[in-house]
């Protein structure tokens, strides 16, 4: 479900239909005018998104529209350039000790907050420790499985001790949800209003309409190039391509290829971006139904992942295997049933003991993006063939959230978000301590230990062969079905300058565009 990072899903608003009708009546409004043709040194630039984002404090934010908002407002230690490699952020790329037990952190002088406050050592701490304890349910808590402690000898420097050395470590500082935010400001506060040192401060928002950002002069990544920044909500994909084509919006991502081209004229580009995102059929092994690994298996061999693609997501993705990284990338093929094995499927149901089949409770979310419902039902057709009876329950966006972060589902169609390094990946779902393993279901001693072994050494050959053992410890136990890895395609007006199409259509960059 979520990419958090561009770290969850993508989830639709309540009052989706409502806030439809709203959008369309408000791009013939005053406000849809700032888009394309508001220009200049208060120009605004207007991005269209998908569904409200309401997650709004950094480590709990798992929707891919509250990281795409969040993103503008808050910044990292540490940023990735276009290859997904960690470069300075907030500080300097660390200085790593002999034995890789010690990061110490020299932070850029004169920070601020869009608060007027200067961020320092005592904030990064803070925020690390929050994230850190479990009572703060963050999404990234499992990137700091290996620190030991966060200390802050001086306003400018952060030193983090770890329990054992950590290849991930780095990684893991990249992504908003590690974004700093001030010790002085309650958490409760963050939740309505966020207060970051990002290129964008937050203005204001209209629930199921917009979120408006305003530029921060003090951004130290340097001028922002608009003046202000609004997220738009439009739920519908063909309102949204209206809204680019008559200029109300300038930026907005589909990831249908038919959409997409539609949105294709004199006036609007189309880019598309790959992903190391994934579409994945997770099953929760905790549910009894899925308890026993030959009904995973089964499953498994009984779905077609090329039919899939074909006819939910039009062709527009590439069949995976669990790690997308690309130093790490699994082999699609190096997993029990390749491709569709109906027999086999019969042959795991009858080792299940349940050869006539079995019921099996499948939620999704029209809102999660726009072939969620498609890969649901194409599923549901598929393991019909073997006697399993699927229930597809589609959920508004806020039940969704709250089932699948409390792992009260049995199945999920999902789109997770994928990163450079396979533990910051997956050691939050399946690691026994991981802080996603109540929503994966599945965790084992084998798995532990490949996830330590696999950032005890920053040796790229011997980590490759670690994750590829790990890589067939899941495909072998079925723990999800990994079905592809999207395209992504950016529509963005012509009069949009210096705007960067990076992969997984990351905003880390969004903050350089401007109007001409």
Not at 226 to 238: G, H, M, V, Y
Not at 363 to 374: F, K
Not at 431 to 437: E, F, I, L, R, V
């Amino acid at each position: 479900m979520y990419k958090v990072s561009r770290t969850g899903s993508r989830a639709l608003s309540a009052g989706a239909a409502v806030a439809t009708a709203t959008l369309l009546l408000a791009g013939c409004s005053g406000n849809a005018s700032q888009g394309s043709g508001s220009a200049g040194a208060d120009s605004t630039l207007v991005f269209g998104i998908t569904a409200d984002p309401t997650q709004m404090v950094p480590w709990t934010s798992t929707s891919e529209q509250s990281i795409q908002v969040l993103s503008q407002v808050y910044s990292t230690l540490l940023d990735t350039d276009a290859d997904h490699n960690p470069i300075a952020g907030l500080a300097e790329l660390p200085k790593i000790s002999a034995d890789g037990m010690t990061y110490t952190f020299a932070l850029k002088k004169g920070l601020k907050f869009t608060n007027g406050s200067a961020l320092d050592a005592t904030d990064v701490k803070y925020t690390f420790d929050k994230i850190m304890d479990p009572d703060s349910k963050a999404s990234s808590r499992s990137y700091f499985a290996s620190v030991a402690g966060v200390q802050a000898p001086d306003p400018n420097t952060v030193v983090v001790k770890l329990k054992k050395p950590d290849a991930s470590f780095p990684v893991g500082l990249t992504g908003v949800n590690t974004g700093i935010v001030p010790s002085d400001v309650p958490v409760d506060s963050l939740e309505t209003k966020p207060v970051g040192s990002g290129p964008y401060q937050f203005v204001g928002r209209t629930p199921n309409e917009s979120i408006t950002l305003q530029r921060n002069p003090d951004f130290s990544g340097g001028k922002p190039g608009a003046a202000k920044l609004e997220f738009r909500i439009i739920p519908d994909d063909q309102s949204m391509v209206s809204a680019l084509k008559t200029g109300s919006v300038d930026v907005a991502v589909f990831d249908n290829p038919v959409t997409a081209k539609t949105a294709t004229s004199d006036k609007v580009k189309v880019d598309t971006v790959s992903s190391l995102q994934y579409h994945v059929l997770q099953l929760r092994a905790a549910a009894p139904a899925l308890a026993n690994v030959n009904a995973r298996l089964a499953i498994q061999c009984a779905i077609a992942r090329k039919e899939v693609v074909d006819s939910a997501a039009l062709g527009a993705g590439d069949i995976t295997g669990p790690i997308t990284s690309p130093e790490f990338k699994s082999d699609p093929n190096a997993q029990p049933c390749a491709t569709q094995d109906l027999a086999k499927a019969k042959d795991y149901l009858a080792k299940a003991g349940k050869p006539g089949g079995f019921a099996l409770n499948l939620i999704t979310s029209q809102g999660l993006y726009s072939t969620a419902v498609n890969e649901a039902q194409n599923v549901q057709a598929q393991l019909g063939k073997v006697g399993i009876k699927v229930n597809v329950q589609t959920l508004d966006s806020n039940t969704y959230v709250q089932k699948w972060l409390a792992g009260d589902f049995e199945a999920a169609i999902a789109q997770n978000g994928g990163s450079a390094d396979p533990n910051t990946m997956y050691a939050r779902y399946f690691t026994s301590n991981g802080s996603y393993n109540k929503v994966a279901g599945y965790s084992s001693p084998e798995l532990d230990k490949l996830f330590a072994e696999g950032i005890a050494t920053t040796d790229t050959a011997k980590r490759q062969a670690i994750y590829k053992q790990l890589s067939e410890q899941l495909v072998n136990n079925a723990a999800w079905v990994w079905l592809f890895t999207p395209k992504e395609f950016i529509a963005v007006n012509t009069k949009v300058k210096n705007f960067e199409a990076r992969s997984d259509a990351s905003l880390s960059t969004l903050w350089k565009a401007s109007l001409s």
